[in-house]
């Protein structure tokens, strides 16, 4: 099993709807969760940290299942500029003198006029 | 301006040159990493620094061979690559390597094209 995984996509969706992405890990012992963004040839962006409460920024929502060991983005009311690929990022426990990071492949969107 | 830059952005070298990125950081932070992103693979984690010091070599071929001054700045020297080296390369920094709830600022990478 994959440490981090996601399905790759593309999802396609009109402009203005409700997608929602997942991603499973399986380190039960792994400490915090972020989504990142990275569009077509550029740096991967920091879009959002994961809370074990969930948490709200603007359109995006993010959550976390600790017991079924998964985190979800919802990205409400789509635009154009939210083409791009998320990547989901896990990190810890520590791993000798450095916190173990790990990053899936992505999950591509496209939102279509 | 993202804070984290790299130069140049895109490098075209043969297998028998010589070359280094650059890496700066201008946030303060004490961690800098350095990752190849192949396309349709996952980033992966090539070289740790915390405060100057190595603190992770995670198994990468000895014809990368990174360098940190200090704190602000990382490189890679690169020599006798192949073409299953050509990637992007990304260059990131962090506050600090062990606190859990700090996100990465990545640079905008070189692309790296080995012929």
């Known amino acids: 099993r994959k440490e981090v995984e996601q399905d790759p996509g593309p999802f396609n969706v009109p402009e203005g709807a409700t997608v929602a992405f997942n991603c499973t890990y399986s380190n039960s012992a792994s400490q915090s969760f972020f989504w990142y963004r990275q569009d077509c040839r550029k740096e991967p962006k920091l879009l959002m940290s994961?809370?074990?409460s969930g948490n709200e920024d603007g359109r995006f929502t993010a959550q976390l299942n600790r017991a079924s060991q998964y985190i979800s983005l919802l990205i409400r009311d789509s635009k154009l500029s939210d083409s791009a690929t998320y990547l989901c990022?896990?990190?810890?426990?520590?791993?000798?003198?450095?916190?173990?990071?790990?990053f899936g492949t992505g999950t591509k969107l496209q939102v279509i006029p | 301006e993202t804070g984290v830059t790299q130069t140049p952005r895109h490098l075209v070298m043969g297998m028998t040159n010589k070359k280094s990125l650059k890496c700066e950081q201008h946030?303060?932070?004490?961690?800098m990493y350095w990752y190849k992103q192949s396309a349709k693979k996952p980033l992966e984690l090539m070289f740790v620094?915390?405060?100057?010091?190595?603190?992770e070599n995670n198994s990468v071929p000895s014809r990368f061979s990174p360098e940190c001054p200090n704190s602000s700045h990382l490189f890679l020297h690169l020599h006798t690559l192949q073409p299953e080296d050509s990637a992007l390369y990304l260059c990131?920094?962090?506050?600090?390597?062990?606190?859990?709830?700090?996100?990465?600022?990545f640079g905008s990478g070189t692309r790296l094209t080995v012929v």
């Open positions: 990022v896990v990190k810890g426990p520590n791993s000798g003198g450095y916190q173990k990071v790990t």
């Open positions: 990131a920094s962090s506050f600090d390597r062990l606190l859990a709830n700090y996100g990465y600022t």
């Open positions: 946030l303060g932070h004490n961690a």
């Open positions: 620094y915390s405060l100057e010091e190595r603190v």
């Open positions: 994961v809370y074990s």
